[in-house]
């Protein structure tokens, strides 16, 4: 099978549990799962306008050619979806969706098929009468005007009303919104095609589903009329793509990092439509083997609901990942990872050789992303990692859980712990965390990255919040060696704390592991041969412990399995300035996870690891105190 039928037969196959699900008379799709923090019709309009994006983008590739059946199936779907974009329109209908409102989640829906009517006209928009028509368009309409959520939520109403002029019912006052828009979007440009996500002040895969693919699909179908700010939109792809194809493992996985992670393979996104406006300076068939292979790894696992429908979760079913703006139908925000299904088949995307990704390379490599302050590494086993020194969790986000943007490193195959409730806990897996005396719990928030270079990062920032007024000064320096991550936190605490220091937090299919905290450093295996470690160094004094779920009784934390085990090392009630040093480490080659020995140096700022099987790692930064003093040292 070609690479091109091969990604068509995945949009259909997507499908097909959908198209059982379309009633006649219908202009919503029953999708089994948790209603979202909106209202029912919000929920109604999603389960329509996701599956709208991914039907259009398979409604507009080559037919399958002598296939009949999928003719049939092709003529069905466009039927049902141009019957219901009419009901659902339509104010008088009992299907009817209602307009749109000042921050409602209907714009961004709307926003969203505006692009499917344009992707697919032939399919979708031009059979309809013109009756039909004016009644879409009318119901488009009412988001006009409406308030909107000052981050990537802009790029709606461009979209809806960019639709509007294409199908001849502009107004006058349009062309200034879109502009406006647009030139508020653009101040969100941070250099280097990295975009902070308006409010929310976060760099994640928000780059790549939402700020690249509006911007480029708009430089795709209305660029011809500002084609300076199409350049721009362009040349910032391209940069971003540069740095961002460093965030995918050999096997197509990418890091979950951030919100809205179970969009999937929605991350892979970009790289089509930057092959549509030929923007990409990457190889064809390296964009082609990324998106196959990010496709692929998703599509391969246990992800969808007794309908056979996409669920929530990232590498299997769990419902509790989303944020309380998703409800069942939104894990098919991934429609937009077929994206290249907009190439034809004879465009070099589709028949070009496979290149390597980057993750392939045999002795791994690091990216610096100065922009964003993250730091990509690729592992010799294949494995990606993305460590943050700089994507912050602002006051908004802290709704969504704080572990999305604060741990120091988010490693594919490994994953991360969320905590509940989401506004009040933190994870320890990856971070330092403090809990004070009235039990509350805190870990970054705003942090600013002062150093990144290919060989370690570092960080400032302040555990706390201000009711209280907690404050806890940190600054954190981390560096790198094959699996493992040496780190070194040095603060002080303003009040009496308790630190705790994680791990990576060890995913686990069954609930049997062994965990022995006498080891060291303290260890924990799965069965299929994965392993966690953490090593204390010195600093404040600290205890080994473990932050667990082995039991089908206790709530589900781990985001890529039923089952987690963390290693933690937890200090005394304490406060004032001190230090804690310590290394991590996760992978399957037992020999890599025996000990390191620290070796006596000559003083501060220089510090000496020997390892049985890695040999010597040599360490030299300010912020290493003399490797013999256990006790605290001041904070600078």
């Not at 059946?69 to 209602?98: I, K, M, N, Y």
């Not at 604060?406 to 897996?429: I, M, N, Q, V």
């Not at 150093?451 to 560096?479: I, M, P, W, Y």
Request: glycine share 8%; aromatic share 12%.
């Amino acid at each position: 099978m070609s690479p091109y039928s091969h990604w068509r037969q995945q949009a259909r196959r997507l499908l097909e549990p959908l198209a059982a699900l379309m009633q006649p008379g219908r202009a919503a799709l029953p999708v089994t799962g948790r209603p979202s923090d909106h209202d029912a019709q919000a929920d109604r309009l999603e389960s329509f306008a996701r599956p709208l994006l991914l039907a259009a983008l398979y409604l507009q590739s080559e037919p399958e050619p002598d296939d009949p059946a999928a003719a049939a199936f092709r003529a069905r779907t466009a039927a049902w979806f141009r019957a219901g974009l009419v009901l659902g329109a339509d104010p008088h209908s009992s299907e009817a969706w209602g307009p749109d409102a000042s921050f409602h989640q209907h714009h961004v829906e709307m926003g969203l098929m505006a692009i499917a009517l344009q992707l697919a006209p032939r399919q979708l928009w031009e059979p309809l009468a013109t009756g039909e028509r004016e009644c879409v368009a009318a119901w488009f309409a009412t988001a006009r005007g409406g308030g909107i959520v000052n981050n990537n939520h802009l790029f709606m109403s461009v979209h809806i009303l960019e639709f509007l002029r294409s199908a001849g019912r502009e107004h006058r006052t349009d062309r200034a919104v879109v502009t406006a828009h647009l030139d508020q979007l653009e101040t969100m440009h941070r250099g280097g095609g990295w975009f902070e996500d308006g409010i929310n002040q976060a760099f994640d895969h928000y780059n790549a589903y939402a700020f690249h693919f509006y911007g480029l699909l708009w430089s795709h179908l209305h660029g011809t009329r500002e084609p300076s700010r199409a350049a721009r939109w362009r040349g910032w792809a391209r940069s971003f793509l540069a740095d961002y194809q460093h965030l995918f493992a050999a096997s197509g996985e990418h890091p979950a990092f951030g919100r809205s992670i179970a969009y999937r393979f929605n991350a892979s996104a970009p790289f089509g439509l930057a092959a549509l406006v030929d923007c990409a300076d990457l190889p064809p068939g390296r964009l082609r083997r990324l998106c196959t292979r990010n496709l692929d790894f998703f599509l391969s696992k246990p992800i969808t609901n007794a309908q056979g429908c996409l669920a929530p979760g990232f590498t299997d079913v769990w419902p509790d990942i989303v944020e309380p703006y998703s409800c069942a139908a939104s894990p098919y925000w991934c429609a937009k990872g077929f994206t290249p299904l907009l190439l034809p088949p004879d465009h070099p995307f589709w028949t070009a050789a496979e290149a390597p990704l980057p993750s392939e390379a045999p002795n791994g490599f690091v990216r610096v992303m100065r922009v964003p302050g993250l730091v990509a590494r690729g592992l010799p086993d294949g494995e990606v990692e993305l460590l943050n020194a700089g994507s912050m969790v602002s006051i908004t986000q802290l709704r969504y859980g704080p572990w999305k943007w604060s741990k120091l490193a988010y490693r594919t195959g490994t994953g991360f712990c969320y905590a509940f409730p989401e506004a009040s806990a933190w994870s320890p897996d990856g971070a330092l965390l403090q809990t004070v005396d009235d039990g509350r719990v805190f870990g970054r928030h705003s942090t600013v990255a002062i150093e990144l270079a290919d060989d370690h990062l570092g960080f400032v920032c302040n555990l706390g919040l201000k009711t209280g007024q907690v404050n806890t000064s940190v600054e954190t320096f981390v560096f790198w060696r094959e699996g493992w991550l040496f780190q070194i936190h040095r603060y002080d605490a303003r009040q009496p704390v308790v630190l705790r220091l994680g791990g990576f937090s060890l995913p686990l299919a069954e609930e049997d592991v062994r965990l022995d905290p006498s080891e060291d450093p303290i260890a924990a295996w799965s069965p299929d041969g994965r392993g966690t470690a953490l090593q204390w160094l010195g600093g404040t004094p600290a205890e080994p412990a473990w932050d667990n779920r082995l039991s089908a009784e206790e709530r589900r934390r781990h985001v890529l399995a039923p089952f987690h085990a963390t290693p933690v090392f937890q200090t005394p009630r304490h406060s004032g300035p001190g230090w804690i040093a310590a290394l991590s480490w996760t992978g399957r080659d037992r020999a890599a996870a025996q000990p390191w020995r620290l070796l006596e140096a000559s003083g501060e700022g220089r510090w000496q690891l020997e390892h049985p099987d890695l040999g010597a790692w040599e360490i030299e930064h300010w912020a290493l105190p003399a490797p013999a003093n256990a006790c605290a040292a001041p904070f600078r």
